[in-house]
């Protein structure tokens, strides 16, 4: 990768490789390489990976006008060969500009790239008639272009690209999604936002007991508003990725965004709501309002990742991801949670469940607690010291009148 970077000039050039979210080959893990110049999106590389690690798929490669002929294509290519050394790689068809870039790139590993070799040697993992029909259509941009394209590294079949296409289609095996159980996982979801000013300063202030500011902060956004939107990934880092990633391409981001990361499991006893399952995530495409127990809530400034805040639950506090509709709540949610997501009268954060030991002794609780205050003011009224003897009147010294200010002593 030294040679690519060589070619840029010292404009702070950074790249970030993470995943992202995509529907497209749910079996496979979305990855991207960023590219940042300045702190500011330059290019991407977007790419998929197979369960397995070795077969990588190149879905876009994309730089930004203003960052183009600085060489990033390049450099990003190599951290994507750099990153999986020992993986096959599909780089798909390319537009007249992405010709022209590739006739210009030095691939650092050519026999890995499947336009170079056999079909025998990758077909398991790519649709062969699919790659063969990418290889037409690359040689016929490079015709369109005068383009070399590499054509001497590219493996020669002897016979039309559809026979081989079809002889090894069969070859192919689909990668499935498993993606993580909603009913046994833990599962995290992130939520951007933007605080009032005295809020935000007390979520930051570590002098303050983390568990009362996460159940401010729960309290400001509302116990049924967990973002139906979001992608709930096995790890809070891909929560909070996920928050990153709206960040750099927001094209008007606040100032002074939190990011908060929720962690949460269905609450017993409930079906599993339809969700579409990813690789390492799900996503619930029309939330109804899933009742979820709240088991932690992490929160951080995006100016400021290193500093994140996390508060875990002991015991979960009853929580809901909200509905995707209004009108397609479930009767359960609108219950328990109004319009805008936040308990209604009478509604509490925390229910008792159904192995309560209290539960359904209301009457008996109330019998023993009257029962503990009449022992106790009894005890009250026994220590009281005995009223002091009259003393005759005989006796009595002269006193002066108390003022009418002051206090009579009995």
Do not use: C
């Not at 096995?234 to 929720?262: G, I, K, L, N, Y």
């Amino acid at each position: 990768m030294a040679g690519a970077e060589a070619q840029l000039d010292n404009a702070g050039t950074s790249l970030w490789l993470t995943d992202w979210q995509t529907d497209a080959y749910p079996g496979w893990t979305p990855r991207r390489v960023l590219a940042l110049v300045g702190g500011v999106p330059a290019g991407r590389l977007d790419f998929l990976v197979h369960p397995d690690g070795q077969a990588l798929s190149v879905w876009m490669l994309e730089v930004e006008p203003a960052f183009q002929r600085r060489n990033l294509a390049s450099v990003m290519m190599d951290a994507l060969y750099a990153a999986h050394p020992t993986a096959w790689i599909d780089l798909g068809i390319r537009t007249a500009d992405g010709a022209r870039g590739w006739d210009r790139y030095a691939e650092p590993a050519p026999e890995r790239n499947i336009h170079n070799r056999p079909p025998e040697e990758w077909a398991r993992y790519f649709d062969a008639p699919v790659v063969m029909a990418q290889r037409a259509r690359n040689a016929y941009q490079n015709r369109l272009s005068g383009l070399d394209g590499h054509r001497a590294a590219e493996y020669r079949y002897g016979e039309r690209l559809e026979v081989l296409g079809a002889q090894w289609a069969p070859a192919y095996r689909e990668a499935r999604a498993q993606g993580p159980d909603p009913a046994a996982a833990e599962l995290h979801g992130g939520l951007r936002l933007v605080l009032p000013d005295e809020l935000r300063r007390a979520m930051n202030d570590e002098r303050r007991d983390v568990g009362e500011r996460a159940n401010r902060l729960l309290d400001h956004i509302g116990h049924g508003s967990l973002p139906h939107a979001a992608g709930w990934h096995t790890t809070r880092r891909a929560a909070f990725e996920d928050m990153a990633h709206e960040q750099v391409f927001d094209p008007a981001p606040a100032e002074d965004v939190t990011h908060v990361a929720f962690q949460v499991r269905l609450a017993p006893g409930q079906e599993i709501p339809r969700h579409e399952p990813r690789t390492t995530w799900v996503s619930y495409t029309a939330s109804p309002g899933i009742e979820v127990e709240l088991t932690g809530m992490s929160w951080r400034s995006p100016q400021t990742p290193w500093a994140t805040h996390t508060a875990e639950f002991d015991q979960p506090i009853d929580a809901a991801i909200a509905p995707k509709y209004w009108g397609e709540a479930s009767a359960q949610y609108t219950a328990r949670f109004d319009e805008i997501g936040e308990l209604r009268p009478g509604q509490r954060p925390r229910r008792a469940g159904a192995g309560d030991p209290l539960t359904g002794r209301e009457a008996d609780i109330a019998a023993m607690a009257a029962k503990l205050q009449e022992a106790s003011r009894q005890r009250v009224a026994a220590s009281l010291p005995a009223p002091a003897r009259e003393v005759f009147e005989s006796l009595r010294a002269p006193q002066q009148s108390p003022s009418p200010q002051s206090p009579r002593i009995r």
